[in-house]
């Protein structure tokens, strides 16, 4: 994990997030605390790894969601060389 990352802020935030218990309650507190911007980026760089799981090309993952190669490739050295964080939660999807 990068140290700069890991803080009592960083830490209060995943506590609120952790106290989420519905779709409708992400909505509300995502829309109040992220721009519509920062929000779809993070869905559009979630659906990347999805598609980057699967198997998909660069050029379907730019068609499908508009990413840049940019952004395909930084979510897939997330995949390759990263925490295993979108692992731990396509694992979990697939449980429910």
Do not use: W
């Not at 140290?3 to 952790?18: N, R, T």
């Not at 659906?47 to 897939?76: D, P, Q």
């Amino acid at each position: 994990m990068v140290k700069q990352l890991k803080s009592e802020p960083v830490d209060h935030l995943f506590e609120a997030i952790l106290t989420l218990k519905s779709k409708e309650e992400c909505y509300s507190f995502f829309e109040d605390l992220c721009t519509v911007n920062e929000l779809l980026s993070l869905s559009q760089r979630f659906e990347v790894a999805a598609m980057l799981k699967e198997h998909k090309t660069y050029l379907e993952i730019a068609e499908k969601t508009g990413a840049s190669t940019a952004t395909i490739s930084r979510v897939n050295r997330s995949l390759t060389y990263g925490n295993d964080g979108y692992e731990m939660v396509f694992s979990r999807m697939k449980e429910e």
